[in-house]
């Protein structure tokens, strides 16, 4: 059998595991959320007669920027606003380079103002497993009285 067959009759193809709904939810939370630096140099002034707090922005990662080997470019509705600011965008930057689905959007706009007028939230989904993993008893004795869950088949 090869590997490639062998992960898919698990669910793991692609290195992502398939787990069934009834046994995770799916949760999004905020990872981010900061000034948009650049604006200056863009059309923010005419976008922010459209641009409206809650509007979904797009993240644009350029790996080949000439300043910023983690540069990540801001966009509405495909014209550039500015870039997440260099000193705080290398894990954004590692985790849209692994694949990982981030969402954006304008969390507060200032109209006029072109170099704190647009702040950004950054969510990404959290993989919540429905069943809770800590157990209660393990917060009132000793683990090794505890009720091992795992092994009684009671996990799932």
Do not use: C, W
Not at 52 to 72: C, M, T, V, W
């Amino acid at each position: 059998m090869k590997r490639s067959d062998f992960l898919k009759t698990f669910g793991l193809a692609g290195g992502v595991l398939i787990l069934p709904r009834t046994l995770v939810t799916e949760q999004k939370i905020a990872i981010y959320h900061n000034y948009v630096r650049g604006l200056q140099f863009t059309d923010f002034l005419k976008l922010s007669t459209v641009l409206k707090e809650g509007d979904a922005l797009e993240l644009n990662r350029l790996p080949n920027h000439a300043h910023d080997s983690f540069a990540i470019q801001v966009m509405y509705q495909g014209q550039p606003l500015g870039y997440i600011a260099a000193y705080e965008n290398i894990v954004l930057a590692n985790m849209l380079d692994q694949g990982v689905e981030l969402f954006a959007f304008a969390a507060k706009i200032v109209k006029g103002d072109i170099y704190n007028g647009l702040s950004i939230e950054i969510q990404a989904k959290l993989i919540i497993p429905k069943t809770p993993i800590i157990q209660k008893d393990l917060l009132t004795q000793p683990a090794d009285n505890a009720v091992d869950r795992y092994r009684s088949n009671d996990f799932y």
